[in-house]
């Protein structure tokens, strides 16, 4: 499989506690992406790396949410001290130059938070 | 500030009929970009279309077809000859660059063997 993919698909854990999710992007893409989305709502974007480097986040990242992609290749989302409210599927995506705009997204990981 | 709307939450149809999804937009940018995404039950959102805001012309592709009405904002998306398979969650979004989409809160169709 040569699609965005994404590590875990599930994850459980008690409020406080740390989690970390990992995207692995399609090989040859340069731009990696993080959303998150809420039951009955579209996926909001969080933020965007352009190889290594994180070009934008949202505000919707707050301090206790951290990105990394180091040498622009795989990408972690962070979140520490998680809140209930921080249960959604995390989504990642990646492209190539765009051309046509197309996003790849992964299947995403489901944070539920007790 | 950016906002799509998709007013249907959900629709229901018989196979072969045709249903059209809505999406109604606001943006102060000259340029932007339009999208329709597909949501299957797997979860993976698949890309369906882009369309710049200077590119009114209607495209059809298969069985799909969009509508882009700058003058009432409007980017429709009509499935014709529903199918099972088209059973999922379709979203609009709306982006001033290619990166940072917003998305309208999705329409459900379920397509009835």
């Known amino acids: 499989d040569t699609g965005v993919s994404q590590d875990p698909r599930h994850k459980i854990t008690k409020r406080g506690q740390n989690v970390t999710f990992r995207c692995d992007p399609i090989?040859?893409?340069?731009?990696l992406y993080w959303y998150r989305q809420t039951l009955g709502q579209g996926p909001e974007f969080l933020t965007y790396f352009q190889n290594e480097a994180q070009l934008e986040k949202s505000r919707l990242l707050s301090d206790r949410f951290s990105a990394e992609r180091p040498k622009g290749s795989f990408s972690t989302l962070e979140i520490q001290r998680t809140e209930q409210g921080d249960s959604a599927m995390y989504l990642c995506?990646?492209?190539?130059?765009?051309?046509?705009?197309?996003?790849?997204f992964g299947e995403g990981s489901r944070l539920t938070v007790l | 500030a950016q906002k799509v709307t998709q007013a249907q939450t959900e629709i229901s149809v018989v196979e072969k009929e045709d249903v059209t999804l809505d999406c109604v937009y606001e943006?102060?940018?000259?340029?932007?970009?339009l999208f329709w995404y597909k949501q299957p039950p797997s979860g993976e959102l698949v890309f369906l279309i882009r369309?710049?805001?200077?590119?009114?012309q209607n495209e059809i592709s298969g069985r799909y077809s969009w509508n882009f009405q700058k003058s009432t904002s409007s980017f429709n998306f009509t499935i014709t000859a529903s199918q099972v398979v088209d059973s999922a969650v379709y979203f609009c979004?709306?982006?001033?660059?290619?990166?940072?989409?917003?998305f309208g809160a999705g329409t459900t169709v379920t397509v009835r063997a």
């Open positions: 995506a990646s492209s190539a130059r765009a051309i046509t705009g197309e996003l790849f």
């Open positions: 369309r710049n805001s200077f590119d009114e």
């Open positions: 090989s040859e893409h340069n731009r």
């Open positions: 979004a709306l982006s001033k660059n290619d990166y940072k989409l917003s």
């Open positions: 943006t102060r940018d000259t340029t932007y970009y």
